[in-house]
């Protein structure tokens, strides 16, 4: 049974860097083809795909927010840790961190964690 | 940059057959775009309905279909139940399938 969690702060400041892990369980990424990836979703908007892990350590991020992310994993931990630098109130989001397996899915996610970006 | 567009609302009757689209700015919609379909409902986290443009996830209920349709993705529901009122998000690759780009989501209303 394949689960994810999200944890991390639930308030930042502006310019503040954010700093999110995703702990999961059911799979590991010394299988090949596993990742994990992340993902927001702003209040009553879509959702936004933002970084991507693969089990051999290649990453992906969107073009878009490239300069800002930087994705990581703890092998010996079942965990992937996601930051976000220069963080402003528009980036007040649930996000959501998801496993992604050979059949280019996002088949699993965790509940999301709302971060809100407030002085 | 690159815009994915669905319909952002549509409307159907129960027992009724709706096609939901999925378009990218770049050009025609193929295979090689990987297109993913996920249901969210409120309050709750996605749930992955299609991948690869037309295959199902064990969960996925026999009346959800992926296809291409006129140089878009596309997904329809046939036989709608009122439970499938929701909010569908299309999701496809770029780079060969290294970055995703979500669509803007259609609210599917069955009344």
């Known amino acids: 049974q394949i689960t994810l969690k999200e944890s991390g702060p639930t308030l930042v400041k502006p310019t503040q860097t954010l700093t999110l892990t995703c702990t999961f369980s059911g799979f590991s990424f010394s299988t090949g083809g596993v990742g994990v990836g992340w993902i927001r979703q702003p209040p009553g908007k879509a959702l936004e795909w933002l970084a991507l892990?693969?089990?051999?350590?290649?990453?992906r991020y969107s073009p878009s927010l490239k300069s800002r992310l930087t994705i990581t994993k703890d092998t010996s931990k079942n965990q992937v840790v996601l930051t976000m630098t220069n963080m402003d109130p528009v980036d007040t989001a649930t996000y959501y961190c998801?496993?992604?397996?050979?059949?280019?899915?996002?088949?699993?996610w965790g509940q999301g964690a709302l971060v809100t970006v407030s002085s | 940059q690159t815009v994915v567009t669905q319909e952002p609302s549509l409307t159907v009757s129960p027992g009724g057959t709706v096609t939901l689209t999925c378009a990218s700015s770049?050009?025609?919609?193929?295979?090689?775009?990987?297109p993913n379909w996920f249901q969210q409902k409120p309050g709750q986290a996605p749930r992955a309905l299609i991948y690869t443009t037309n295959n199902k996830h064990s969960w996925t209920p026999a009346r959800f279909s992926g296809s291409l349709l006129g140089g878009k993705a596309a997904l329809t529901l046939s036989g709608v139940q009122p439970e499938d009122e929701a909010d569908y998000y299309c999701l496809l690759y770029y780079g060969g399938a290294q970055w995703g780009v979500f669509g803007g989501g259609t609210k599917l209303t069955v009344l």
């Open positions: 998801a496993h992604r397996g050979a059949r280019i899915s996002f088949d699993y």
């Open positions: 892990i693969y089990w051999d350590d290649d990453k």
């Open positions: 770049t050009g025609a919609v193929t295979t090689a775009y990987y």
